[in-house]
């Protein structure tokens, strides 16, 4: 037996590998340790302006300066300047607001603003609003009733910038008596600016995808660029058309945007220091007073004159922001001026409708005496209106808590106000369908009169035997001016009867208006000559007959 030959070595060598039944596992390996949880991004801190005395008492300074400009003190004759100091703090407040709101919560509510804004504008603008369409019905002369509920009407739109605009555009009523309602303009020029500034301030903070600082330089940016884009619109609309550039928005949102700038600026101004401080607050109050002292009706304004206190405005505000107090803040924040910068809102509203009305209930001439009692007066209803008007609504906790409540409460205020409007003209014009008409007039075919005109319009030459000739018509002036008959605008009676054609006929016709009517004495006089009628003329310059509705 032959038994195989093998050659011994290791156990392992020898034994047959058996494959395993398990499927074949990885080798172990730790399961890696979690991220460390990110930290939610902090929201960034921006300190408000919170209230400021010096601010309130800027407000003063600007309703003092209106208030004897509208009583005629000739020495404020530029007291007009107090309403840019309230556009430049309007911007200012306003986008202090807005952008520590930004910081906060990285959102701007818009009912939020709208709500505190028609709380706090409305009810008193609405309050006053009715108070001078009533007192208009009551006392105004009907043949200025009708023009001014129109300028009521305005209001009630947040309009009335343009309306007046409009009037002063045409040569008719430039010279037109002032309405109970214009200083409702400057009122609506603001409104205009609430309604667009918190939307591009969102549509910065949006366009930044919610990150406050680069929304603020994108802010700060667009504002510049408004600031220099307006001033330069206001300069040349100055030159161009004062009544434009005094009224629009477009022309005096550089000043609003003037104030907006230094609040989107709030960490510089914060580092100016004490001494440098007190300059800047004496050199803006000075520019502020200085240029109502200097400024006249003459002024071209607003264009590059409104810088000085535009300017001075922005300079105050710096100090009263820079480290610590300085005498000039101090002093705008007594008592004195703290007292009449509260009340500045309703002064304003109310002192231009009762220096208008007053007198015409009285049945007096207007005169800086009875101003300056009126405006004592104002003082008083002022305060009655901010302690049971301004501020009840505008702290009540319902309202505050609820957005939409305030703007419903702002809304009614306008609607009040519009129907009061609308009811003042319905009545007027009732009375005036019912007894104050004039039965028998003829009625014009308007066909007619649009024959003719254009027959005119296809004249193309003139006769050459005309009488004056030409190029001495410019001397060539009716008697009615020679003989006294025609009043200037300082002059109120005329030292001559003024009765021209029969002296003692017994057909009067009167010749009424300003030098519009008077062109047409030459032709009148020759009528009354002929047909024996006594011609009595009462013209007075810059004095036209107002549009009055007969039915």
């Known amino acids: ?235 040349l609309t100055t030159e161009t058309s004062p009544s434009t550039a005094y009224f629009a928005a477009h022309t ?33 109050v000075s520019a502020v007073v200085g240029s109502a002292l200097l400024y006249d009706s003459q002024t071209p304004f607003p264009g590059y004159t409104a810088l000085m206190p535009v300017v001075g405005t922005m300079l105050v505000l710096i100090a009263g922001t820079g480290k610590g107090p300085n005498p000039v803040s101090s002093l705008l924040s007594t008592a004195p001026f703290q007292f009449v910068g509260k009340i500045s809102y309703s002064l304003y509203l109310w002192h231009w409708p009762i220096l208008i009305l007053v007198p015409f209930a009285l049945g007096v001439e207007t005169s800086l005496l009875l101003n300056v009692f009126l405006l004592f007066a104002t003082f008083a209803i002022a305060q009655v209106t901010y302690i049971c008007v301004e501020n009840p609504i505008r702290h009540a906790k319902l309202l505050k808590s609820h957005s939409y409540y305030g703007i419903g409460v702002g809304i009614l205020c306008s609607l009040l106000a519009l129907a009061t409007v609308i009811t003042v003209t319905v009545v007027h014009t009732e009375d005036a369908s019912t007894g104050r008409s004039a039965p028998g007039w003829e009625v014009v075919d308007d066909g007619d009169i649009v024959e003719k005109l254009q027959a005119g319009v296809a004249i193309e030459s003139l006769p050459g035997d005309l009488v004056p000739p030409l190029e001495s018509v410019g001397e060539d002036y009716p008697p009615v001016f020679s003989d006294g008959c025609f009043l200037s605008f300082a002059k109120t009676e005329s030292e001559a009867d003024c009765v021209y054609g029969d002296p003692d006929a017994d057909i009067t016709v009167a010749l009424f208006g300003d030098s519009h009517a008077a062109q047409w004495f030459p032709a009148l006089e020759t009528i009354a000559e002929e047909q024996n009628w006594r011609l009595v003329v009462r013209s007075k310059a810059s004095c036209p007959a107002p549009e009055l509705t007969i039915e």
């Open 1 to 235: 037996m032959h038994l195989p030959l093998t050659t011994p070595g290791p156990a392992s060598a020898v034994r047959p590998t058996m494959p395993s039944p398990y499927p074949p596992r990885r080798p172990f390996q730790p399961a890696p340790a979690p991220p460390p949880p990110q930290p939610r991004p902090r929201l960034e801190r921006w300190e408000g302006t919170g209230f400021r005395p010096d601010i309130q008492g800027l407000r003063a300074v600007a309703v003092v300066l209106v208030l004897l400009s509208h009583a005629g003190f000739s020495f404020a004759e530029g007291g007009y300047v107090g309403v840019d100091v309230f556009f430049v703090l309007s911007g200012f407040l306003i986008t202090s607001l807005l952008v520590e709101e930004m910081f906060k919560t990285r959102h701007i509510s818009l009912a939020a603003f709208f709500s505190r804004r028609a709380r706090r504008i409305l009810p008193a603008a609405g309050l006053v609003v009715v108070a001078t369409g009533i007192g208009s019905w009551l006392w105004l002369p009907v043949t200025r009733l009708e023009e001014t509920m129109r300028d009521g009407f305005f209001v009630a739109v947040y309009a009335i910038n343009y309306r007046l605009i409009a009037q002063e555009s045409e040569y008719l009523d430039a010279d037109a008596a002032p309405s109970a309602f214009q200083q409702y303009w400057s009122l609506a020029v603001e409104e205009q600016f609430y309604l667009v500034w918190p939307l591009l301030i969102l549509g910065a903070l949006l366009l930044a995808k919610r990150l406050p600082r680069q929304a603020l330089a994108l802010t700060t940016g667009a504002v510049t660029l408004i600031f220099v884009l307006s001033l330069i619109v206001s300069v």
């Open 252 to 284: 005096r949102v550089w000043e609003l945007a003037g104030g907006a700038l230094l609040a989107l600026s709030l960490p510089t101004w914060r580092r100016v220091p004490r001494p440098l401080a007190f300059i800047l607050a004496l050199a803006g």
